[in-house]
């Protein structure tokens, strides 16, 4: 299904159950002032392109005028000019990435889409925005996941997995919510005089998905912590490099005959400290996936081991 056959489908939904809120959504703008916006931001997914040639945002009411609801689930859609107006204003707002190094900000660019940046990235195209100031984004960096839509929150960045795998997938997911009755993000719909509104889930019996087990990794040793504020210009550093060359070979000899990439790491500097944790991104077969090196203390002597996607690691 494309996004428009999407967007079609769920309009009509909308202009059966909630008239009002189907009648707030403006029209297109041209394709000069689409292309504008695209100009002032970052260059954009053909899916994004598609997306803002179906709808121009939605009607936001202010003073005594009457509600007319929300198209998606807590999130109001935003016109072009919302568009660049949070994109800019986002990527002024920086978050804490201190304890990632100086360099996290290219490194979390060249990740592929779906990936945690703990920061706004040029890469994230909002489309959608909460009272709060949490937005929901397409994330246009490369990889598999490329055209992802994940929440990005005003106070915790992008700490969670994306919401769909596209933006076809979120529109028709918010439909099949809406003619169903069931709840999507928490939040159940409701019609009340031809608006649409999304209600909290007070089930009583939520389904619960339970976690992976945590990956157990023995050690010989116990694991440690730093924080890379306290190195001093004369501290004992393990050499990175030589640390990288090893992941990837245990990458490797886990994956004979894959396609490896990548092999960054969260922090720009080490102590040769025993028990010291480096976590390692590589891309296998264009796969994100996570390595955790543990520092031995011996020269430039790590632990690696490979976490599997969504586990959790203990020692």
């Not at 202010?62 to 949070?86: Q, W, Y």
């Amino acid at each position: 299904m494309t996004l428009t056959d999407a967007w079609l489908r769920y309009m009509e939904v909308l202009r059966q159950k909630a008239p009002i809120t189907a009648g707030a959504v403006h029209s297109p703008r041209t394709l000069s002032e689409r292309e504008d916006a695209e100009q002032a931001t970052a260059p954009w997914t053909a899916e994004i392109r598609e997306f803002f040639s179906l709808h121009d945002g939605e009607k936001r009411p202010t003073g005594g005028e009457d509600f007319v609801g929300s198209v998606f689930p807590g999130f109001d859609l935003l016109c072009l000019d919302e568009v660049v107006a949070r994109h800019r204003d986002s990527r002024e707002h920086l978050h804490d990435t201190e304890d990632f190094g100086e360099d996290w900000g290219s490194i979390a660019r060249q990740q592929p889409a779906g990936e945690i940046a703990h920061m706004f990235l040029s890469e994230y195209i909002p489309f959608a925005e909460h009272g709060c100031g949490d937005l929901l984004c397409v994330d246009t960096r490369g990889g598999q996941r490329q055209g992802c839509v994940r929440e990005f929150g005003a106070e915790g960045a992008d700490e969670c997995d994306p919401e769909s795998g596209s933006l076809a997938e979120y529109v028709d997911s918010v439909r099949i919510s809406v003619e169903s009755g069931i709840e999507h993000s928490g939040l159940l719909p409701t019609i009340e005089d031809g608006a649409l509104v999304w209600d909290i889930d007070f089930s009583d019996n939520p389904v619960q998905v339970p976690e992976p087990e945590p990956i157990v990794i023995r050690l010989p040793f116990a694991v440690t912590s730093f924080q890379p504020s306290q190195i001093g210009p004369d501290d004992d550093l393990i050499d990175l490099d030589v640390v990288r060359r090893t992941v990837i070979d245990t990458a490797r000899s886990l994956h004979p005959g894959s396609v490896i990439e990548g092999g960054e790491s969260v922090f720009r500097r080490v102590p040769r400290q025993q028990g010291v944790a480096i976590s390692w991104f590589l891309g296998i077969d264009r796969q994100a996936v996570t390595f955790v090196a543990v520092v031995t203390g011996i020269g430039d002597e790590v632990i690696v081991h490979e976490l599997p996607e969504g586990g959790r690691r203990g020692f």
